[in-house]
Each structure stands twice: as structure tokens, then as C-alpha cells.
């Protein structure tokens, strides 16, 4: 007779185990899934894997099957391997850096596009983070042109003084210089940052001569 093995509390893809069903054999077990639902599922099946889930996660798979050519779902793939994908050009300055995307989008880009479609999704945009620091969620993201997230990213590059690391834009809120100023400083006249940031105006204008 084989050893019985309590598995309450493990999860196992989305589902979570809560109980076993009092005389099941083999072992049926009441799971919770992320999604909210409850199901019962085998033992084997949970550890093999057969079943991951309530039967949300094929359902997503086929909703979202004429979605993964569009525009839309890119934007999302892009997302996801900027913070997971540890190979890829742009891991440093998101995942490397710290930046997650929440769970609900991480699993679900069901989840993410019904957002997206509330808060303005439409053709051309690009998604942008509120705060640069922070993750990608619901209450830190938005829809905006690429033109201007290309002057965001221009105006928000990171830059280290002292072992802290700031945005530019943070900076010059912290030392009260307009950006353009220290721009062009650094972009034109080639002063580091620290220079740029401390140097009052009059000085700029006497090197220019």
C-alpha cells in the first residue's frame, strides 16, 4: 500500500490545494485557482501538470488567439521579456534595474488588453510608466504617443552622483536647473553630470564665449 503524501497547501501551476475529498481514491483534492474558482482534481494530475488550472487558462488561450498578431499583444510580449527575458537588450534598464510587471498582467494578457481598452488603447501608442522606478501595473501605467515617450525616455536616463541614482529630471527638481541647461551642458559642452547640475547659469554663458 503505497505511503500517503499530504500535498494541502502546494501549488501547482495556478492551483492551489485546499483539502482532500474524504474518500476519493485515487486522492481527488479541492484546489482554489488563481482566477478565484474552485475546482477538484486529482492527485497525479496536479503533480504531472495535466491540469494547471480551473480551465481559465484555455479559455484565455482561446480568447486571445486572434489577438496574437495584433499590435497590442507585441506591446505586451515586448513588456514581459524587457523584465524576465535575462539575454535581452533591454533587461538591464527594466528587470535588471528591479522593474516587475504585477501579476494579474504577468499571467494574463486578457487582463492586460481589458485594461488597456478602458483607459484609451488605441493604434500607434505605447505604454509608459508613471513613475520610472516603478513596476508596471494599472495605477503607474498609461497610453501615450511615441513621440512623446521618446521625449520621456530622453529626459528620464538614469544618472548615478555620489552612489545615488536618480533620473535626470529628478535631479535637476533636486538642485532647482532647468533640464534644458544641464542638457546642453553635458550634450554640448561635454560637462559631467555633477558639473552641470552645481555650476550656476553665468558660468555656462562665459564658457560659451
Known amino acids: 500500500m503505497s505511503h500517503f503524501i499530504d500535498i494541502t497547501g502546494n501549488k501547482y501551476n495556478r492551483l492551489t490545494v485546499l483539502e482532500r475529498v474524504e474518500g476519493t481514491t485515487p486522492a481527488t483534492w479541492k484546489c482554489i485557482c488563481d482566477c478565484g474558482n474552485i475546482t477538484f482534481v486529482r492527485g497525479q494530475n496536479l503533480k504531472s501538470g495535466a491540469v494547471k488550472s480551473c480551465g481559465c487558462l484555455l479559455h484565455e488561450k482561446h480568447n486571445t488567439h486572434h489577438l496574437s498578431q495584433t499590435k497590442i499583444y507585441h506591446i505586451w510580449h515586448a513588456m514581459i521579456n524587457r523584465c524576465y527575458y535575462e539575454k535581452g537588450k533591454a533587461y538591464k534598464n527594466y528587470g535588471g534595474r528591479g522593474i516587475k510587471v504585477c501579476e494579474d498582467w504577468k499571467k494574463s494578457f486578457d487582463s492586460f488588453y481589458a485594461w488597456s481598452i478602458d483607459n484609451g488603447y488605441q493604434e500607434g501608442l505605447s505604454i509608459e510608466r508613471i513613475n520610472n522606478n516603478d513596476d508596471y501595473k494599472p495605477t503607474n501605467c498609461k497610453w501615450i504617443k ?64
Open 146 to 209: 511615441r513621440s512623446e515617450q521618446a521625449q520621456n525616455r530622453r529626459r528620464n536616463y538614469s544618472v548615478t552622483i555620489n552612489g545615488v541614482t536618480k533620473n535626470l529630471t529628478e535631479w535637476c527638481k533636486e538642485y532647482g536647473v532647468d533640464y534644458g541647461l544641464v542638457h546642453n551642458r553635458c550634450h554640448k559642452l561635454h560637462w559631467d553630470f555633477e558639473k552641470a547640475l552645481t555650476t550656476p547659469c553665468d558660468i555656462t554663458k562665459r564658457n560659451k564665449k
